[in-house]
């Protein structure tokens, strides 16, 4: 398996239906080949399988339902709000994967995360240690969170079980103030403009690390994004405020 045919999950729900042509049309243009699924509570998306959950359910519930639905053991796993806007780096994509898929890593998160202290040296897994950073504590964020992760089915039902939340928010405090967490996950090292006080861009899959912030769309972190609207004709939210 390469990264042009590995499953890209997208979670969403329906109140964030306007924001489906940019996030889908990005992963189009990017991911000709890639099957695409859904979470949502309700409706579905041209070319997109949809799966669907209880909207009464909490996040942790919503998600593990619909993975009971999926047999693919390794994917993409991303929101509505982070599409790409520049085309990956394919080749290390796929390094990245065969990490993954060989057993050496659970996960990796394509976004900066922690600290450049924890810069893989010395004898790595291969020549693709020089694109990553451990993640080495819980003090940095720098484990499961809500960004572009290539991670297993199996991790991400195991994280959903051992951190019962009720939100998104919810699931990464409790990953982050939690004395234990098994599992072994990197991130990517390749960063590049900052982008407010938390995020990077990333080199490796270029994307929008939070197109939507409080219901509105993200300009003043992201000015490129209106560019975007605009390919699919996105005038919703606070497009003309």
């Known amino acids: 398996m ?6 890209i999950i997208v979670y969403s729900h329906s109140s964030y239906s306007d924001v489906w042509p940019l996030i889908f049309g990005q992963i189009k243009k990017f991911h000709t ?5 859904l979470f949502t509570d309700k409706k579905s998306y041209e070319g997109v399988t949809s799966i669907y959950y209880n909207e009464l359910s909490n996040y942790n519930d919503r ?10 053991e390794v994917f993409l796993f991303l929101h509505e709000d982070m599409p790409l806007y520049d085309t990956p780096n394919y080749s290390i994509l796929d390094e990245y994967l065969k990490l993954i898929i060989d ?3 659970d996960s990796i998160k394509l976004i900066f995360a922690g600290s450049e202290t924890n810069l893989i040296s010395g004898k790595g897994i ?8 451990k ?3 819980t003090t940095d964020w720098s484990h499961f969170s809500i960004q572009p992760t290539l991670i297993k089915k199996s991790t991400l039902l195991s994280i959903l079980e051992r951190y019962p939340s009720n939100n998104l928010w919810e699931l990464e405090n409790n990953i982050h103030i ?3 967490y098994p599992y072994i996950e990197q991130c990517t090292s390749l960063k590049g403009k900052q982008r407010g006080i938390h995020h990077f861009d990333s080199l490796v899959y270029p994307y929008i690390a939070t197109a939507i912030v409080k219901g509105k769309w993200n300009f003043q972190e992201y000015p490129e994004l209106r560019n975007l609207l605009d390919i699919y004709n996105i005038k919703s939210r606070n497009y003309n405020d």
């Open 63 to 72: 998600v593990i339902q619909c993975l009971s639905k999926i047999n693919d």
């Open 135 to 137: 993640n080495l504590t």
């Open 126 to 133: 291969n020549h693709s240690q020089q694109y990553l950073y």
């Open 33 to 37: 080949t890639n099957p695409l699924y």
């Open 2 to 7: 390469g990264i042009k045919n590995l499953p």
């Open 103 to 105: 057993n050496n890593l």
């Open 178 to 180: 939690s004395s234990f």
